[in-house]
Every structure is written in structure tokens, then in C-alpha cells.
């Protein structure tokens, strides 16, 4: 009571004259913080700094100006033993398995029955087994609430008996304790709920208002702890209010009475050390609570507080609970707005890019920043340019390192020195457009989900915030896992006969000079790709005065880690959609790399490593997944190591098996050193060629390969036949001879269905002849025309093969190109 006369006496001094600027408060001990912060936030003109000191120092007159003169809002500071300490929330993660109380344990809920205790109580009933007794001032028959609580509880099969005794009639509290535990057993945990609460400025505030809600919360809980044997006790919770922690605006009353409830929880932590207590300083609930009876929760949403629903705070609660090693006082909350009396101990964010401008910020925990993108500020969008238009797609390894800023602030990653945070679950949801007349706000949210868990989420202005363009979850930094994909011998094949710069570049892929990285291509078929990567160009990602620091490296770099799979698909336009899992490595473009990417056909995914030229892993990328946006006519004239993905894919089409590789022939290379490279190309760097004496190729492997030549192109396939022809312009006699009535007559029905001249059917009918020689078939076995397809492909068939024909253009080459592979049906 003398503790509280001063705190009102001074509090009534502030307030009376209005041209006061500055309140010092000091004390022995804890206890009155919540007080002056309520005075503060009502009069928020006056500085005001908490002193918690030993005032028979004689350096404490000192001290306490020292901090008063340093103070231009609110300060609050614990002077002890020549140690300074200001008080901040950190985050807590609570990590328990199971609950302290049993089938057979008694818990005491004081609160009536009602509200937030009833909620948790009965969740940790439901778990446990544990018997409720539970008290509260109102009749059953007279509380609809009440009356409904309990029947919840005996459906949900808990025992739960209510009695009526008011917390602060010690006498009754004793009584009605004693009456339960004859009938269920000693009380072995509490939890006190007990409080009340009506909102009045600290002018308002009488005598029966503070006593009215003080006593519920101390007495109260003095009263309970007495009835009780606290030496059979084995957890005590109390349910307090964050406002004692930040103090609120007309509640100063409450204030000190939730200060005081959790500061007597800690006294009796230390003098019961074989109890676990928990004092829980909650902010709104939603739903359920004070805050929904006094109707604060939807003028609080509209100022950006944000509540706890019922779901969340059971949970939070049982953790708390189940957790040893939780804080015995915690605060629970939802985002709270400014608020000038509490502190996260936290200095400013790191000067990244994407962090331009916080708009929600609760170090540890959750993170919403604006940036403000535009072709000035950001010279790469004019360098990612779909269709030679005027609007900039925002690239997405940009969104990646947007998602990795703002989670490496969350988990307190240094940007000078940590690794970058690992990437899960990472989706390409919707394009960012930027014209190049305007600016567009990029936001980036991330929240902490778990312990070293960030759930990330980029919006942007042009939707008004509405929808989610990029989505992962960041993990705390890692070493890249090897999958087994790198095979220094693929990385050690030489290029292929194709100029990425000239044939890549332009005509399949947009991107403009610091995005061209792709150096040489050394295997390239529908399910494998190993490309060697230039260094990144060196030049700068963002405007003059604009940070510069990229986690991820240069984001160029990590698009051309994806930019070798076109030519694993090189007549569909694809955009990332997704990776399951990316662990980046350091300086991603600081040196040459090479890519080694592997497609899982069960999965539709691509699984990727990329390594340093020594062989070493720098990054590794699972489930990497993409989007066809559009479809590209066929090249008049292919460039051969593109074809061969494109007959791959032509085969899972068409329901038959077999691998196909291309590739113009080396200078000065014989046949066979041509055949032994396009296996090495099509099985692995490793793969070593041998010739039977007939003639036939086999694999150090043991797998089926075909080989043709023709046209300075090799082509290798897994299958039992392949053959590759220029198209031949001869007399029909000449056909006739060559191909046997059977085949010139199939050549006919070919050049008819097909639409195409009777030379080129007659080289597919030839084709075929040969792929059958090759794979074992007598010479002249008659073929049949199974089907045509779109873009002029026709399969012959024989008994149980089938031959796939296409003619095309080749670079390069006067007269079309008929391929021919024969092969069975796919598994």
C-alpha cells in the first residue's frame, strides 16, 4: 500500500502540471516499471526513466541523473554492483516433449471457469488425464458461458469439478480447496487465472479500482498457495497481462497488478525449486478473454495489433509448459505496434538492399520491409526483358535474395561473414513486372515458425500486396550435400558443337550481357546437362548509394546455374517454378564453375551440383522444377547438339524407350573417335566404345548403344538400331531398286500422309532399313506405317520395333536430314 500511495502521489504531481517534461522514478527493487509506463503513454510529453538501483551507493544520485538526462522518451535501466542492464523481450522457442502432470494429478484453475484459463486447462486435461477443480464467483445455472464450459469438459471425458469461492476470501478459498481434494485428491499444480479488469485513466483511478484488480492476481494467489501443500506442488501457472510488461494507456491499475503477480511468481521459483512456475504475460486474445468482453479486440486490429487465437495460445501455453528450460516469466503477443517502453535490445537492421524501408520489425521474430525497384535503381531489369518489350520481369534468383535478407536479419546472420541461409520450399508463384517508366514497391515478410526456421514471402505493389509472387522457407546456413552428380570426366569432355553466346542466347533465352555466363557445353541430353559457367561480369546490381552486399552471390551467376537445362527442352519455353531444397555456396560467380544437373523423370524435377573447376562442391540445388510458358516453332536448320533432346522427348511421347545424343563431328576426328565421343556423351564421361568384329558397338557399361554417322553429325542412342541420311533426290527407278516393291510402296503412303516429297519419304524408308540391319533384323525386313505425328515425325513398325523417322534441317547441311531410331516400346 506505501509503494502504491508514492507511485499515485507522483504520478497525480506529473499530470497536475502540465508544464512538466520529465518524471524519474526510482526504486529497490522491481515493481512499478508498468506504472510509469502507463504515465508515460498518457502523457507522453514527459520523458520518463525507471531507476532500479541500491540507493545506499553513493554513486547513485550520480547515476540516476546520468540516466535521466539521457532519456528524451522512455528509459528503464537496473543499476547492481557497477553492472548496467536494461530490460528487453528476446524470443523464446520452446522445445518440450511432455507435460509435468498425469492421470493422477489434481489441477486448481481459479478465473470462474471461463475464458482463457478454461480453454487451457481443459487442452491440458484433455493430454494429461489430470482432474480440474475449478473456482469462480459464478453459478453455473446463472452463467450460460459457465454452464456450457463444463459440459465441454464431460464430453471431452474430463473430471472437472466447479465450486464457488471468490480468490481473495482466503477462507473460502481454504474451504472449497479442502472439499475438492476429499473428493479428487491433494492439488498438485494451479493454475491461476484469477483478474479483473476496467479500463480508467490514471486521473480516474481510485482506491477500490486498484484494490478490485491487484488483489485477484496477488492475494488471490497468496490465498490459493495457501490452501494448498506446496511441497506436492509440481507446476504453478499464473496468467498475466503483457500491459504490465509495456504498461497501456488506462491501465495503470492493471499494469502494476500483472508487474506484481509475475514478479511474485519468480520470488516463489527460487524458494520452491522443485516446482516449475510459469508466469504467461498474454496480449489479446481472440474470440475468448478480457479483450473480447471489453470489446478492445477490433479497434486494436485497426491499429495494427494483431491477436492470439485460441488455437495458438493453447499451444504456446503447452509449450511453454512441457519445456523445462522455459523462462519462468514469458511474454506472449501478437504484433503490438509502436511501442515507446519496450525494448528488443536490437540495433539497427544490416544495410541490405531489399531492407530499405521496415515496416514491421520484432527482432528474432518477424520482419516486413518495402523496397522501391525501378530501371534506375536496379540496372539488371533492363538486362531481363522478355520479347524486347518495354516491362522487366524481376529476375528470380532476385526473389531468392530478397527471401535470404530478410530471414539472414530474423536469424541473425552477420552479412560480412556468415554463410547464406539455406532456401526450402521454394516456389516461382507469379512474374514481378517493372516498366521501365515506373517504380514498383517489392515486400518482403518473413516470420520465425520454429527454432532456425524463417517462412519468407515477396508481394509487390503492381497487386496491391495481395499476392504472393515468390515463397520459401530459410534455414540456417549449411554445407552442400553431394547427390552424386558430379563426374569430373563429363566436366572433363570437350565442348560440343555449339556457340551458347550465338545459338543459345537470342534465340531461346532473353537474357542480356551480365546474365550470359554459360561458357561451353560439354554433355547435353533430355535428362543430363554438364556446362562450364564463365565468371560473373563484376558489375553492379544496384544504383550509386544503394547497398550493395548480396548474400547469394551474383544473382547471374545463379540464373546460369538453371540456363543449361534449355537444351535439355530446347523447343519449350521454360520458367522456374520451384526448388525443394537450395543450399547456396559461398561467392556464387566469383570464379568459372561447372553445372552437373540430372533430370528425375518419376519426380519432374531436376536435382543440380554445381562445382569449382578443381571438381570441388560449391552449391547443390534438390528438386528443382519448372514451368512451360510457351512453345517455340522448329529451327529451319537445328543445330545438332539440340536435336538430340528433342528426338529424346519425341520417343516419351510416342510411348517407346531410348536415349538420344547429337553432335557435330570433331575436326579431323575419324568415325570412330566421332562414335566413342557421342556414347561418352550419351552414358557418362567414363563410358569406353569397343567394336565387335562385325562391326557392332558395345560399352565397357554392358548397355545397348546404336551409332550413326552422316552429314558431319554423329548420333548415338540407347537403343538396338539409329540411322542418320541425307536426303538422296533420285529417279523412282532408282528407289524401286533400292527399297523393294514393299518399301517403295510404303515410301508413297509415307510422302502422302505426311505431306512431304517422295525423296524424303523414301530416305525414311531407307533409314529404317538400315536401323534394322543395325539392330540385328535381315535386310530387307518390310516395314508397315504405324502413325504420323505433329511436326513431321512418322514411326514405321516391324513385328514388335518400332522406328521413329524425322527429316529436318541441319545447320549448316544443303539437303534435310533423315534420323531413324528404332526401338521398342518404353516400360
Avoid at 524408308?765 to 506405317?785: D, I, M, N, Q, R
Wanted: hydrophobic share 45%; net charge negative.
Amino acid at each position: 500500500e506505501e509503494r502504491l500511495a508514492t507511485l499515485r502521489s507522483g504520478a497525480k504531481a506529473v499530470l497536475a502540471a502540465k508544464d512538466v517534461r520529465r518524471c524519474v522514478l526510482v526504486q529497490r527493487e522491481p515493481g512499478a516499471a508498468g506504472f510509469a509506463k502507463t504515465l508515460h503513454l498518457e502523457a507522453p510529453w514527459v520523458a520518463t526513466t525507471v531507476v532500479t538501483a541500491d540507493l545506499d551507493d553513493p554513486a547513485a544520485p550520480d547515476l540516476v541523473a546520468a540516466e535521466a538526462a539521457a532519456t528524451d522518451r522512455f528509459r528503464e535501466v537496473e543499476h547492481d554492483g557497477g553492472v548496467r542492464r536494461e530490460p528487453v523481450l528476446t524470443p523464446v522457442e520452446p522445445n518440450g516433449t511432455d507435460l509435468p502432470l498425469g492421470p493422477g494429478d489434481v489441477l486448481l484453475v481459479t478465473g470462474g471457469g471461463k475464458g482463457i484459463s478454461a480453454e487451457c486447462a481443459l487442452a491440458l486435461a484433455r493430454e494429461s488425464g489430470t482432474r480440474l477443480v475449478l473456482l469462480g464467483r459464478s453459478a453455473p445455472d446463472g452463467d450460460a458461458e459457465l454452464a456450457a464450459n463444463l459440459e465441454r469438459m464431460a464430453a471431452a471425458g474430463v473430471t472437472a469439478r466447479y465450486l464457488r469461492a471468490d480468490v481473495t476470501d482466503a477462507a473460502r478459498v481454504a474451504a472449497a480447496v479442502a472439499e475438492a481434494e476429499a473428493e479428487l485428491g491433494p492439488v498438485t499444480a494451479v493454475l491461476h487465472g484469477a483478474g479483473g479488469n476496467v479500463p480508467k485513466l490514471l486521473e480516474e483511478l481510485t482506491d477500490e479500482d486498484y484494490a478490485r484488480t491487484i488483489d485477484p492476481k496477488v492475494a488471490g494467489l497468496e490465498a490459493v498457495l495457501a490452501a494448498v501443500d506446496t511441497a506436492r506442488l509440481r507446476l504453478v501457472v499464473t496468467f498475466g497481462s503483457m500491459t504490465g510488461r509495456a504498461g497501456l494507456r488506462g491501465e495503470a491499475h492493471y499494469a502494476v497488478a500483472n508487474e506484481w503477480q509475475s514478479d511474485l511468481v519468480e520470488r516463489l521459483a527460487a524458494e520452491l525449486p522443485h516446482c516449475r512456475f510459469r508466469a504467461v504475460e498474454w496480449s489479446l486474445w481472440s474470440g475468448v478473454g478480457m479483450g473480447e468482453r471489453l470489446g478492445s479486440v477490433e479497434n486494436l486490429s485497426r491499429a495494427g495489433v494483431t491477436t492470439i487465437t485460441p488455437d495458438q495460445g493453447v499451444r504456446i501455453l503447452r509449450d511453454l509448459v512441457a519445456d523445462p528450460a522455459a523462462p519462468v516469466v514469458a511474454v506472449v503477443t501478437g504484433r503490438f505496434g509502436e511501442m515507446p517502453t519496450v525494448s528488443f535490445g536490437a540495433g539497427e537492421l544490416p544495410l541490405l538492399r531489399f531492407l530499405e524501408r521496415p515496416r514491421v520489425s520484432y527482432p528474432g521474430v518477424e520482419l516486413v520491409a518495402d523496397a522501391e525497384v525501378s530501371w534506375g535503381n536496379d540496372p539488371y531489369l533492363a538486362e531481363h526483358v522478355f520479347g524486347g518489350g518495354t516491362e522487366a520481369v524481376l529476375p528470380g534468383t532476385v526473389g531468392m535474395e530478397i527471401m535470404a535478407q530478410a530471414a539472414a536479419a530474423l536469424l541473425g546472420l552477420d552479412p560480412e561473414g556468415d554463410a547464406a541461409p539455406v532456401l526450402t520450399g521454394v516456389e516461382f508463384l507469379r512474374a514481378i513486372a517493372v516498366p521501365e517508366d515506373a517504380t514498383v514497391t517489392v515486400r518482403v515478410a518473413a516470420l520465425r515458425t520454429a527454432p532456425g526456421r524463417v517462412a519468407t514471402v515477396v508481394r509487390c505493389s503492381t497487386t496491391n500486396f495481395q499476392v504472393e509472387h515468390f515463397r520459401a522457407v530459410c534455414e540456417p546456413p549449411a554445407k552442400p550435400e553431394e547427390a552424386g552428380l558430379v563426374r569430373p570426366e563429363n566436366a572433363a569432355l570437350p565442348p560440343m558443337a555449339i556457340d551458347p553466346r550465338s545459338e543459345l542466347y537470342g534465340p531461346m533465352l532473353f537474357h542480356g550481357p551480365r546474365f550470359r555466363l554459360m561458357g561451353d557445353i560439354r554433355r547435353a541430353d533430355a535428362m543430363h546437362v554438364t556446362a562450364r559457367l564463365l565468371p560473373d561480369t563484376r558489375v553492379d546490381w544496384f544504383g550509386r548509394y544503394l547497398p550493395g552486399r548480396l548474400l547469394l552471390g551474383d544473382p547471374a551467376a545463379r540464373d546460369a546455374y538453371m540456363q543449361p537445362l534449355a537444351l535439355c527442352a530446347p523447343t519449350v519455353l521454360a520458367i522456374p517454378a520451384g526448388v525443394d531444397r537450395l543450399v547456396p555456396g559461398p561467392h556464387a560467380g566469383a570464379t568459372p564453375a561447372f553445372v552437373h544437373a540430372r533430370y528425375r523423370r518419376d519426380d519432374a524435377c531436376w536435382d543440380m551440383e554445381v562445382t569449382d573447376e578443381d571438381g570441388a562442391l560449391i552449391e547443390t540445388w534438390e528438386g528443382f522444377r519448372t514451368r512451360v510458358v510457351e512453345k517455340f516453332p522448329l529451327p529451319g536448320g537445328w543445330v545438332p547438339a539440340l536435336l538430340g533432346p528433342y528426338v529424346e522427348h519425341a520417343l516419351v511421347a510416342f510411348g517407346l524407350a531410348g536415349r538420344a545424343a547429337l553432335d557435330g563431328d570433331p575436326d579431323g576426328a575419324s568415325r570412330r573417335e566421332a562414335a566413342a565421343l557421342a556414347v561418352r556423351r550419351l552414358l557418362g564421361g567414363d563410358v569406353e566404345l569397343r567394336h565387335r568384329p562385325d562391326g557392332r558397338p558395345e560399352t565397357s557399361t554392358g548397355d545397348t548403344v546404336s551409332i550413326a554417322h552422316g552429314a558431319g553429325i554423329t548420333l548415338a542412342t540407347t537403343t538396338p538400331g539409329c540411322d542418320l541420311e541425307t536426303v538422296a533426290h533420285r529417279d523412282r527407278d532408282v528407289w524401286a531398286g533400292l527399297l523393294g516393291p514393299d518399301g517403295f510402296a510404303l515410301a508413297g503412303a509415307l510422302a502422302e500422309a505426311v505431306a512431304e516429297d517422295f525423296d524424303t519419304a523414301a530416305t525414311r524408308v531407307w533409314t529404317a532399313a538400315e536401323s534394322a540391319v543395325k539392330a540385328g533384323l535381315p535386310a530387307g525386313t518390310p516395314f508397315t506405317l504405324d502413325s504420323v505425328h505433329e511436326d513431321g515425325w512418322a514411326v514405321l513398325a516391324v513385328g514388335d520395333a518400332r522406328v521413329a523417322t524425322l527429316a529436318a534441317g541441319m545447320r549448316g547441311v544443303a539437303e534435310p536430314v533423315v534420323l531413324g531410331v528404332l526401338t521398342g516400346a518404353a516400360e
